[in-house]
């Protein structure tokens, strides 16, 4: 069982990028997804989630109206479009899998990582002039 983060890369202020989380050795369907950063001398931060029975999206106030997840299960991954970047995005990302939860504890409970069953290697992203 693993997720793989990829996508990361150096954009300018302003700019997008499309991170990926494709999943191994099981089916995201039954899995809730969050995306997570964590930046060099802080806290690792939850930044979305993707409820994997109705597709609820969760994200934090200093990425909502950039940031979209979304969810391809005949793919088996789970995207987070990243838009209009700023400075302040910089940071690895990571992704981790939860198994499906009830709407109500989600929302509670998917901005902490631990709270997650399953994580993988993050992707680097800079956002620098």
């Known amino acids: 069982v693993q997720l793989q983060a990829s996508g990361g890369g150096l954009v300018q202020p302003g700019g997008s990028l499309r991170l990926s989380c494709t999943a191994s050795?099981?089916?995201?369907?039954?899995?809730?997804i969050g995306w997570f950063r964590q930046a060099p001398g802080k806290e690792r931060e939850g930044v979305s989630c993707?409820?994997?029975?109705?597709?609820?999206?969760y994200y934090a106030d200093s990425v909502k109206g950039r940031f979209t997840i979304s969810k391809d299960n005949a793919k088996n991954t789970v995207y987070l479009q990243m838009n209009s970047l700023k400075p302040e995005d910089t940071a690895v990302y990571y992704c981790r899998a939860r198994r499906n939860t009830a709407a109500w504890l989600l929302r509670r409970l998917w901005m902490f990582s631990d709270s997650y069953d399953y994580g993988g290697q993050g992707t680097q992203v800079t956002v620098s002039s």
């Open positions: 993707i409820n994997s029975s109705d597709g609820t999206t």
């Open positions: 050795g099981f089916t995201l369907n039954d899995y809730d």
